[in-house]
């Protein structure tokens, strides 16, 4: 049985990161910054109550009688006792012989062209071992942008106006940053898992590692690039976020509306038609928290039973790798037209390059993964390399067809020319000279 180290993972960055936040709330607190400290505790705990409310749906908690277990999560510790529960089943598997097991057919990834279906036996402990795992991925995604990802773009906000970055600041931006990372992470391997749910899919070391400096590079310059523009343009970043945040939140139910599919009823059976709506208003929500930051990797369609677009869809991710690199150069563009004495000492060039480069290395990473690391890149109707060679020949194939029209352009022009001028000018009739005689008898 797999060791569970993605819930050891997401327990440690979940407590080391409240501890971190009281700490330096503390600290705000002490030292007289008391919205400094509202919001960084606002970032902190609002998290954490979501965080609590997705371990409870997940493991359908309110519809069962366990008072200690709720006790727990109202205490702020349902994710410590999650996850001793976690090791208490895993170190109890295989001691005893489990009596009912249920069995899983998987496919495996195509090799030489074939497929071949496996059959595997999960036992009860696996099966609960599962359903955590499954829990802390979407409480660790949940926790990475709605609670890290803005709580980092604060603290360093705080550190460019007091130009000074504290020891304490610099480990909880350091915890925030991991943990919006981790997020990303776990959020690209669900979707793969969901995708591909009929497939027997293994993510190796080097794919992990491929994804995790796309991910970093991509939400460090993000981040930056939204805190320079905040530094410079307070009123304006409002206006900026809204446009991002209500184009992603509303993008899903309008795909949805358009379509004419009734109101979704199988997400949970103990929901109502009120509940169903609140939970799918909050993944909307998180969905855009996500595309706030990076590519959220998945596609969330209301009208699909598992809310997730299983479609490998690269013109999208085209579009959004394209408009977001525009929107990080624009905003580059007025803060360095605006920007206020507290960067006098900061190569302003240098610095706009450096952002712009570090988001293009992490475009370049992402195609590193689609094309040599994704698990299922087998399973690909075309690859990165293919795709791009597409786009290049439409793209040739488009500036030529412009050079051809413009040709026969000029030479209907041309034609048209010689037709409305007369080729044949009549020469006008030379005159007769008179000679002397003839002027004289005349």
Same mark, same amino acid.
């Given at each position: 049985m797999k060791f569970p180290a993605s819930v050891l993972a997401s327990v440690f960055l979940f407590v080391a990161e409240t501890t971190a936040a009281l700490y330096l709330s503390s600290t705000y607190r002490s030292g007289?910054?008391?919205?400094?400290?509202?919001?960084?505790?606002?970032?902190?705990?609002?998290?954490c109550a979501l965080v609590q409310l997705t371990l409870l749906f997940v493991h359908r908690d309110l519809s069962r009688d366990r008072p200690l277990v709720l006790l727990l999560h109202l205490l702020q510790?349902?994710?410590?006792?999650?996850?001793?529960?976690?090791?208490?089943?895993?170190?109890?598997?295989?001691?005893n012989?489990?009596?009912? #097991?249920?069995?899983?057919?998987?496919?495996?990834?195509?090799?030489?062209?074939?497929?071949?279906?496996?059959?595997?036996? /999960?036992? %009860?402990?696996?099966?609960?071992?599962?359903?955590?795992?499954?829990?802390?991925?979407?409480?660790?995604?949940?926790?990475?942008?709605?609670?890290?990802?803005?709580?980092?773009?604060?603290?360093?906000? *705080?550190?460019? =106006?007091?130009?000074?970055?504290?020891?304490?600041?610099?480990?909880?931006?350091?915890?925030?940053?991991?943990?919006? /990372?981790?997020?990303?992470?776990?959020?690209?391997?669900?979707?793969?898992?969901?995708?591909?749910?009929?497939?027997?899919?293994?993510?190796?070391?080097?794919?992990?590692?491929?994804i995790f400096l796309w991910r970093s590079f991509e939400i460090a310059t993000r981040v930056t690039v939204l805190v320079l523009f905040t530094?410079?343009?307070?009123?304006?970043?409002?206006?900026? /976020?809204s446009i991002n945040f209500f184009c992603f939140f509303l993008y899903p139910w309008i795909l949805f509306w358009c379509s004419g599919s009734p109101f979704p009823e199988n997400i949970e059976k103990a929901l109502s038609r009120v509940g169903t709506t609140i939970v799918l208003c909050f993944l909307t929500l998180l969905y855009a928290g996500i595309n706030m930051f990076c590519w959220?990797?998945? %596609?969330?369609? *209301?009208?699909n039973p598992d809310l997730i677009s299983k479609s490998q869809n690269w013109y999208r991710l =085209?579009?959004?790798?394209?408009?977001?690199?525009?929107?990080?150069?624009?905003?580059?563009?007025?803060?360095?037209?605006f920007k206020t004495d507290i960067y006098m000492y900061v190569c302003a060039p240098l610095l #706009?390059?450096?952002?712009?480069?570090?988001?293009?290395?992490? *475009?370049l990473f992402m195609l590193v993964f689609y094309q040599f690391f994704h698990p299922c890149k087998k399973l690909f109707s075309s690859s990165v390399s293919e795709s791009f060679q597409a786009f290049l020949r439409?793209?040739?194939?488009?500036?030529?067809?412009?050079?051809?029209?413009?040709s026969s352009r000029k030479t209907k022009l041309s034609r048209v020319q010689k037709e409305t001028t007369p080729s044949n000018k009549i020469s006008p009739k030379p005159t007769h000279i008179l000679s002397a005689d003839e002027l004289c008898t005349a």
């Open positions: 007289g910054d008391r919205m400094w400290q509202s919001l960084t505790l606002f970032f902190s705990l609002m998290p510790l349902g994710p410590l006792f999650r996850c001793f529960e976690v090791f208490c089943i895993y170190s109890h598997s295989g001691q012989e489990e009596p009912y #097991v249920s069995i899983t057919k998987k496919r495996q990834i195509p090799k030489n062209g074939r497929s071949e279906e496996i059959e595997k036996e /999960v036992g %009860q402990a696996e099966g609960k071992l599962f359903t955590h795992r499954s829990a802390f991925s979407r409480a660790s995604v949940i926790q990475a942008f709605l609670g890290s990802a803005p709580q980092l773009t604060l603290q360093l906000y *705080i550190s460019v =106006l007091e130009q000074n970055v504290t020891i304490g600041r610099c480990f909880f931006m350091t915890l925030s940053l991991l943990s919006i /990372v981790y997020g990303a992470l776990r959020c690209n391997i669900l979707a793969i898992k969901i995708k591909y749910d009929e497939y027997e899919v293994k993510v190796k070391p080097l794919a992990y590692v491929c530094s410079v343009l307070k009123t304006w970043v409002t206006l900026v /976020v959220s990797a998945v %596609q969330l369609k *209301i009208n =085209l579009v959004y790798y394209m408009m977001r690199f525009i929107e990080n150069a624009v905003l580059l563009l007025l803060w360095y037209l #706009v390059l450096q952002l712009l480069i570090g988001y293009c290395t992490a *475009i439409c793209t040739f194939w488009a500036c030529r067809q412009k050079k051809l029209q413009d």
